[in-house]
């Protein structure tokens, strides 16, 4: 070993020069300070060299954090047996889930983190002090979860030291770079748990759908990482790489009973659920738009025959079983890390990652969609001589076209569950030179460039153009043929029989399904430099303070980029092509101030500020962020601290040019229906005709539909941050520390699009000619679905967001040698009140609060406490660890059962609440030997059902009932795990 050692030792230097020397490709200007310490134990220890805490730029001995920070150590990622890094981060109460692996129809592929419910877009994710990707882009599937060292997570807003982005706080990944040796890390966990949940097990017997086996073993994942590290002679320097892979196996929904069928509302005041579905159904519906029974909605008979009867709820289709809800994935990372210094002046620094993630979302297989006007002639061949009459009447045998809406799902032979093919590939380089500039100061430039690129591939779906010229059918010579046969404009033209159930043929289905392909990448390129200066070795500071002032100065300018890339069928279904790019400089600076030490009941008093000023190329004005933060100890026992943050974020490259389109929304439209909720006179406002009341065709499934995306006009929002708060670390009660911190985060104009609840309730309710104004009918049928209805909800400036609240985070070790060598008890705490979180949609309009609320308006579960307490019993005399961690989510009740009018719908008795969730985890860790620690744990292991919940009520990142981001969807998780170094 001794041998190996030496070489490569002999190696690293070389190592790193070449690694270095292929980072060079461009003039090198200036990087942001990478993050070395924080948290409770690392900013109350005394360090000889100077460091950077998370949310400063400051370079400084003992510097400690005015900010509210988290810190998450990697040994927690291990303890929980996570393979992905947002789940860890879900579970602190200071996140809420956003896009993660459990999401499937409509998903983007990415696993993203939502700091203080303010929106993804809003915090800044960085890698050991940078940007990690674009913001908008920041998928953290990127960060491999075995070389985390830990995670810095500032909680009080961060936009004066990072960029505007920073306005709920910052995540900094710090990793693992400066290895000596090899080291394997691997890791595998499956699922097991029993369906033993009587209601919606009963719900599907009696919807007479097949149950889900009583035990189930499956949603496999593997991860394995290995690393090489070199030292360079002398320790100067390192070079460090890495490659990893991971798997997820796919578990469809119908293996779990609360997710077997998509469950509606049912009874009185909706005190009840049933398996309901989609009314696109596999016999067959069809809604006339024209001809002598214009209007009627009509289903294909459920033995074969070509008979139409009136469609009732008995032909619901369960699109439920074929969705995903744990997404099959593989990801492949790689990358290096090093560093070299070359004199006490010059360091040279850098690094490559990469990643390539392929995964699938899948949903139930296509259909001919309601919502697009089909033509169907008379003389079709393929109808039956009694649904000819009733949908042409005296027409009927002539080649006279009628319209209809067709509901028919391809559930035969040839059919395949639609696929969404979604491949994320991620590049990120850095390089830097960084060193002492004289006493006292030192400096840091670099240049950052990140690449991420979208290919997505949509498999399995109507091809709509095709479904209108397969409708078209006549008889040549006893042969039903399309018409665009005999014309020539499409010789591959397939007839379809969507005449009687299951009537397609293999051809029909070979025809119909068409793959769309989409491309889409983004760029950023970082110049940066700062300058870092200790004032105090020249003598200025304050009369009172032994220490003196710092400072932090820098420049930077980023550039970002989007294309955006569609087939031409693709175009055809709506989605449309975009492009854009902007770029901004900056300047910064910061100064830790020291004003009183060591005086009597004055331990330590300081101030700290910050500025930057930003000139987008897009705006006209400059944009400033500020901070002025201070500390107080009166003794070494007791700290308090504040802050005031104002940020002035300026929109994202996505929120100003994302692609527009269409997706899908739970909402329910109150003019649809043979007898609408809503009146005829407030249905008129949202574009209802006299002729069309009483006639439109219901949302299927309660889906309607949305039109969103960028808008190049956006002006910035405006934030600002207030935190208060004390940390407590008593020398009375060795090892114990604790901290309470208030905070207030307040964004005017925020960025945003009205959701589709909201805009159908105002107009409906208020008659408010803004909410109106962004109903969009179907000119012919009035519907809010299909590519030609939908709700707009593009990006634009609305009203308000604000959130407050009180973080409790506590640590402490208790000693066991007292009581003989049983080694000691590691507890941590970390626990969230929320006292508000408002909204107001439109300036001056109104707000409403969705503290303790979930529902279609607040959308995932807000509850007012939530906290996780982690204990660790150290056991010396087998080098192991056996730990509990409790997690705890608060109850929260649905919020269109609330009084607010903003919030307020139909009652709904059975999931007015959702009640408090308890989970225990379990988990061991034992280091066999030197080289060898093995790991294994059980998560939820009272394998605790998540809540049951309509469909129609679930928001954003719901899926299959319930919210899979915020309670555990698979039941009870197993692990185990090993690490080798050698």
Not at 11 to 38: D, M, N, V
Not at 143 to 167: E, F, K
Not at 551 to 565: I, N, Q, W
Not at 640 to 649: D, E, I, K, W
Request: with cysteine; aromatic share 10%.
């Amino acid at each position: 070993m001794r041998t190996k050692k030496v070489r490569l030792a002999a190696l690293g230097g070389a190592a790193a020069i070449a690694l270095l020397s292929g980072l060079a490709i461009a003039p090198l200007a200036a990087a942001q300070t990478t993050g070395q310490t924080s948290g409770p134990a690392a900013e109350d220890a005394a360090t000889v060299e100077a460091v950077v805490v998370t949310g400063s730029r400051i370079k400084r001995p003992n510097l400690v954090s005015a900010s509210p920070m988290t810190v998450v150590g990697g040994d927690e990622v291990k303890l929980q047996g996570a393979t992905s890094v947002e789940s860890v981060l879900n579970r602190l109460p200071q996140f809420t889930a956003d896009s993660n692996e459990n999401g499937s129809n409509g998903s983007d592929g990415t696993a993203r983190v939502n700091l203080r419910n303010m929106g993804s877009s809003r915090v800044l994710v960085l890698v050991d002090g940078q940007r990690m990707l674009p913001t908008e882009a920041a998928d953290v599937n990127f960060i491999p979860s075995a070389l985390v060292d830990r995670v810095d997570v500032v909680t009080g807003g961060a936009s004066a030291v990072y960029g505007s982005d920073a306005v709920s706080g910052v995540v900094n990944f710090i990793l693992k770079r400066d290895l000596d040796g090899l080291r394997l890390d691997a890791q595998y966990s499956l699922a097991q748990h029993t369906n033993d949940n009587a209601y919606p097990r009963s719900l599907i017997s009696q919807a007479n759908y097949k149950l889900p086996e009583k035990n189930v073993t499956d949603g496999g994942k593997i991860d394995v990482n290995l690393a090489i590290g070199m030292n360079a002679p002398s320790g100067k320097g390192n070079v460090t790489f890495y490659v990893g892979y991971r798997e997820l196996k796919p578990v469809t929904q119908d293996s779990r009973d609360y997710s077997a069928c998509g469950l509606n509302l049912a009874g009185s005041n909706n005190n009840a659920l049933v398996c309901g579905g989609s009314s696109n159904n596999e016999y067959g519906l069809f809604t006339l738009l024209s001809g002598p029974n214009a209007g009627q909605t009509l289903n294909n008979t459920k033995d074969g025959a070509k008979t139409w009867v009136p469609y009732d709820s008995s032909f619901l289709y369960n699109y439920a079983p074929t969705n995903y809800i744990q997404r099959s994935d593989a990801r492949y990372t790689a990358g290096a890390f090093a560093h070299y210094e070359l004199n006490p002046a010059v360091e040279a620094y850098g690094s490559l990652m990469f990643m390539d993630d392929h995964t699938f979302s899948q949903a139930a297989p296509s259909a001919l969609f309601q919502g697009t006007t089909f033509k169907i002639n008379c003389d079709n061949p393929l109808m039956s001589a009694s649904q000819a009459a009733t949908l042409c009447g005296s027409a009927a045998g002539t080649s006279v076209s009628q319209d209809a809406f067709i509901g028919y799902r391809l559930t035969g032979p040839g059919s395949s569950p639609r696929r969404d093919d979604l491949r994320h590939t991620d590049y990120r380089i850095n390089a830097g030179l960084r060193g002492k500039l004289a006493q006292g100061w030192s400096y840091d430039a670099s240049f950052l460039f990140s690449t991420v690129i979208l290919d997505e591939s949509y498999k399995n779906n109507v091809d709509n153009a095709k479904a209108l010229k397969a409708l078209q059918v006549v008889n040549v010579n006893g042969t039903p043929t399309c018409k665009s046969v005999i014309d020539g404009t499409d010789p591959n033209c397939v007839p379809i029989d969507v005449f009687k159930y299951q009537g397609l043929s293999a051809a029909a289905y070979k025809y119909l399904y068409a793959p769309t392909y989409t491309h889409g990448v983004q760029r950023e390129k970082v110049l940066s430099a700062s300058l870092n200066g200790d004032l105090g070795q020249y003598g200025l500071k304050t009369p009172w303070a032994e220490d003196g002032a710092a400072l932090a100065l820098g420049v930077e300018h980023r550039r970002e980029e989007l294309k955006f890339e569609a087939d031409a069928l693709a175009q055809a279904a709506g989605t449309k092509e975009s492009s854009g790019a902007f770029s901004v400089s900056e300047l910064y600076g910061e100064v830790d101030l020291p004003l009183v030490q060591d005086a009597p009941f004055i331990k330590a008093l300081s101030l700290n500020a910050g500025y930057r000023t930003s000139k987008y190329d897009y705006l006209d004005d400059r944009v400033s962020t500020y901070k002025v933060e201070l500390q107080y100890a009166p003794t070494s026992d007791v700290r308090f601290r504040a802050s005031y943050n104002r940020a002035v974020r300026a929109a994202n490259i996505s929120e100003l040019y994302a692609p527009q389109g269409l997706g899908n929304v739970a909402a329910v439209d109150p003019c649809s229906g043979p007898t609408p909720k809503a009146s005829a006179a407030a249905c008129a406002l949202t574009g209802v005709t006299a002729a069309q009341y009483g006639k439109i065709p219901d949302c299927p499934a309660e889906t309607c539909v949305t039109q969103g995306g960028g808008n190049p006009d956006l002006k910035p929002e405006v934030a600002d941050t207030r935190t208060a708060g004390v940390v407590l670390t008593p020398r009375f009660l060795p090892g114990f520390s604790m901290s309470l911190d208030y905070f207030d985060i307040y964004v005017d104009q925020y960025i945003g699009a009205v959701d589709a609840p909201t805009v159908i309730n105002q107009c409906v309710q208020t008659s408010n000619p803004y909410f109106c104004s962004l109903f969009h009918r179907d000119p012919t049928s009035g519907v809010l679905f299909g590519d030609r209805g939908y709700i707009i909800a593009t990006n634009q400036n609305t009203g308000f967001l604000q959130t407050s609240g009180l973080d409790v985070t506590g640590n402490y070790r208790l000693d066991l040698s007292s009581l003989g060598n049983f080694g000691d008890v590691d507890f941590s705490f970390v626990g969230t009140y929320l006292n508000s979180r408002k909204i107001e949609q439109l300036p001056g309009l109104g707000s409403y609060n969705c503290k303790g609320l979930f529902g279609p308006t607040c959308g995932q579960p807000n509850p007012a406490w939530r906290h996780q307490m982690r204990a660790t019993w150290n056991l010396p005399w087998i080098a192991a660890s056996l730990s509990a961690n409790w997690r705890y989510f608060g109850a929260t009740d649905l919020s269109s059962n609330d009084s607010n009018p903003f919030l307020q719908g139909d009652y709904v008795e059975i999931n007015r609440k959702i009640k408090a969730y308890n989970y225990l985890d379990l988990a061991a860790n034992w280091k066999v030997r030197e080289q060898l620690t093995l790991r294994g744990g059980i998560n939820n292991a009272f394998d605790k059902d998540p809540p049951v919940i309509a469909a129609g009520l679930l928001s954003s990142f719901g899926n299959g009932n319930t919210y899979p981001g915020v309670y555990d969807p698979m039941g009870r998780t197993l692990f185990v795990g090993l690490t080798m170094d050698f």
